[in-house]
């Protein structure tokens, strides 16, 4: 079983599209979280839920939204689609910091190329 | 503020040789520390990490790290590194809030 699931795994799509990425987790974690990846592999937080509440919005257009439905899933919708949105986004999990840093645990990623 | 600092953005090394890849951090009190490879095309995975004790932590693949306080370092090595060992590698520092900050990464080649 997958722990840290994301779908899709490639999305490709149009300027000004919107679009979403699914995370789920079965780890039992309580908190998750968006992490971005650009061209040059630099990785950085934007968002982090736990149990359901919003506890880290990073400096991120608010042309994303992020929804956590249960502590189990973490969606990432993104209105209008940009170029500079291209990127590899990865969701995580884990129980809340510091213990949760012992069982922080990320999904496969999701290549989002807008063209 | 945090910072984590990967010095070296390339590295090349030969089969068989040993490795070393630096990292440095800033952060008032200690750290917890991890080492992260991700290979061409793939997802995260983890390698080792620190929280406290023993400064030489054994992770997988063959990796080791040591944490040096006094140097603000945890430095990642291998002794003897394999073709399959070509990643990114990433150092991510943790403080008690809910994110992890990561350097910018080391791209390692292995020539055969």
């Known amino acids: 079983d997958t722990a840290v699931s994301q779908t899709p795994k490639y999305l490709v799509t149009q300027m000004g599209n919107d679009k979403s990425i699914k995370c789920e987790q079965n780890?039992?974690?309580?908190?998750m979280y968006w992490y971005k990846q650009d061209s040059k592999k630099f990785l950085k937080i934007m968002f982090s839920?736990?149990?359901?509440?919003?506890?880290i919005n990073e400096t991120v257009p608010n042309r994303f939204s992020p929804k956590s439905p249960d502590k189990a899933h973490l969606n990432l919708h993104i209105n209008s689609l940009e170029l500079g949105d291209s990127a590899v986004y990865f969701c995580?999990?884990?129980?809340?910091?510091?213990?949760?840093?012992?069982?922080?645990?990320f999904g496969s990623g999701t290549r989002l190329t807008v063209v | 503020a945090q910072s984590v600092t990967q010095p070296d953005i390339h590295i090349t090394v030969s089969e068989g040789a040993s490795l070393e890849l630096r990292c440095n951090y800033s952060?008032?009190?200690?750290?917890?520390l991890f080492w992260y490879v991700q290979s061409p095309g793939q997802g995260l995975q983890l390698l080792l990490k620190?929280?406290?004790?023993?400064?030489l932590v054994q992770g997988i693949k063959g990796f080791e790290a040591e944490f040096k306080r006094s140097q603000s370092s945890f430095n990642l090595r291998k002794p003897s590194v394999h073709w399959s060992d070509a990643a990114e590698y990433f150092c991510?520092?943790?403080?008690?809030?809910?994110?992890?900050?990561f350097g910018a990464g080391t791209t390692v080649t292995v020539r055969a």
């Open positions: 780890l039992g974690h309580d908190t």
């Open positions: 952060y008032g009190a200690t750290p917890y």
């Open positions: 620190y929280f406290s004790g023993d400064t």
């Open positions: 991510a520092v943790g403080r008690n809030d809910y994110k992890l900050s």
């Open positions: 995580a999990s884990s129980q809340a910091p510091p213990t949760g840093y012992r069982g922080y645990t």
């Open positions: 839920y736990n149990n359901k509440e919003l506890i």
